[in-house]
């Protein structure tokens, strides 16, 4: 028996495009709905479940957390925006339920913020397989007491990430952006450890010649600009604030 590998999630992984314009089309509270509730059963670890999603659509909180967010135009446009939240709080309860206080570790943080991620995975898979688009919003965690703060966080949960849905100007997005070449991705069996220069050369021209198309930016290949934004350090204000909203890194 032969497998079937064209099925329509894969064609739909393959043609991932991160959306940034949203046309002025309502989402409606179903499709949130069953979006939600399709992605929550993702796995987590040990079914702990420690995430919590937030949907915000109020125009003021939104623009406050495009804001935040290094303003980020897209998260105040969108119609709707997701936060997907490392929760430890509900666990917090469940300890106490049987007496017992919750000891949080470095453990905890990466749980927690791992099945966050997993399950906004699985949201941007349901909103594009709807015809829908997303971008994942990063920059939630350039200030994060403050996103705490703003949406009303009880202690033990931070916003990994966000989300912008909508409904995509097609005209707007770009072609779907190439990837490293697998082999410096996919190892078998043994890392390989070979040096990866070939392979992020030849990225650099492919980059090159991809923003070159989408928008003459030539100088936009991949290590360089990279190289630039990772010699100093990013977010250094992170740890501390995590610590401060109940997250261990011990
Ligand atoms: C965790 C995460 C955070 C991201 N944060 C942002 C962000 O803050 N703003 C943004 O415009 N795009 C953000 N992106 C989108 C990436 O820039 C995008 O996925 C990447 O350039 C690859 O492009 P593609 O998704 O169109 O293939 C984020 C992506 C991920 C996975």
């Known amino acids: 028996m032969t497998t079937q590998t064209q099925t329509a999630v894969i064609d739909q992984l393959s043609k991932h495009r991160t959306v940034r314009f949203f046309k002025d089309e ?26 919590s999603i937030m949907v915000v659509r109020n125009p003021e909180t939104k623009k406050k957390l495009a804001v ?20 430890l709080s509900r666990l917090d309860v469940a300890c106490e339920m049987h007496g017992e206080k919750h000891v949080k570790g470095l453990e905890s943080t ?3 913020t791992v099945d966050a991620a997993l399950v906004g995975m699985s949201v941007n898979t349901a909103v594009e397989s709807l015809g ?48 490293l070449d697998e082999s410096v991705i996919i190892h078998h069996e043994q890392y390989n450890t070979s040096s990866p220069v070939p392979q992020i050369e030849a990225y650099n021209q492919t980059m090159a010649d991809y ?3 989408e928008r003459n930016l030539h100088e936009s290949a991949w290590s360089g600009p990279l190289a630039n934004q ?21």
Not at 31 to 45: D, E, F, G, K
Not at 158 to 174: A, L, Q, S, T
């Open 26 to 51: 309502p989402v409606s509270d179903d499709v949130v709905h069953t979006i939600l509730n399709a992605a929550r059963q993702s796995p987590t670890s040990s079914n702990r479940q420690t995430y």
């Open 68 to 87: 935040l967010a290094g303003n980020q135009k897209h998260v105040e446009t969108c119609p709707v925006f997701f936060a997907f939240c490392a929760d």
């Open 110 to 112: 990466l749980v927690s």
């Open 132 to 179: 829908m688009g997303a971008v994942m919003i990063g920059g939630m965690r350039n200030h994060p007491k403050q996103v705490a703060e703003l949406l009303g966080f009880p202690n033990g949960v931070y916003v990994v990430f966000g989300m912008c849905i909508g409904w995509p100007e097609w005209d707007k997005v770009p072609n779907v952006k190439p990837r």
């Open 211 to 213: 923003y070159g198309k």
């Open 230 to 250: 990772l010699k100093s350090p990013r977010r250094e204000n992170l740890r501390s604030e995590l610590e401060s909203l109940g997250f261990v890194f011990k």
